[in-house]
C-alpha cells in the first residue's frame, strides 16, 4: 500500500526499492531531496531547516514546492487517521 502511488505512476519495483538508498543512483537528486523533504515534514516540520528550503527551490519552482507540501501533508494526515481508528496500511 505504501508505493501504490509511485506503482501506479510506473516506478518499477528496483526504483521503489532504491528509495530508502541514499546511494542508489536509480533516484534523481531531485527526488532525492523530496523524498528527505517528505521525511522532515512526517516526523517533524519543525526540522526543514533553511538549507533544505534552499535545496528544494534549486530543483523546484514554488508551485512545485506547494504541490509536495501539499501532497505530503495530505498522505501523513491520511496516515494518521488509519491509524488512530486502525485501519491496517497493507
Known amino acids: 500500500m505504501r508505493y501504490a502511488g509511485a506503482r501506479h505512476?510506473?516506478?518499477?519495483?528496483?526504483?521503489?526499492?532504491?528509495?530508502?538508498?541514499?546511494?542508489?543512483?536509480?533516484?534523481?537528486?531531485?527526488?532525492r531531496v523530496a523524498l528527505r523533504f517528505a521525511e522532515k515534514l512526517a516526523v517533524d516540520h519543525r526540522k526543514v531547516d533553511d538549507?533544505?528550503?534552499?535545496?528544494?527551490?534549486?530543483?523546484?519552482?514554488?508551485?512545485?514546492?506547494?504541490?509536495?507540501?501539499?501532497n505530503a501533508t495530505l498522505f501523513i494526515g491520511w496516515g494518521r487517521f488509519n491509524e488512530i481508528i486502525g485501519i491496517d496500511p497493507a
Not at 532504491?18 to 543512483?25: F, K, L, M, P, V
Not at 523546484?60 to 501539499?70: D, N, P, R, W, Y
Open 9 to 31: 505512476a510506473g516506478a518499477t519495483e528496483a526504483k521503489i526499492a532504491a528509495i530508502d538508498d541514499e546511494t542508489s543512483d536509480l533516484i534523481t537528486p531531485r527526488e
Open 51 to 70: 538549507a533544505l528550503w534552499a535545496e528544494l527551490r534549486g530543483h523546484f519552482s514554488e508551485a512545485e514546492i506547494i504541490e509536495l507540501v501539499a
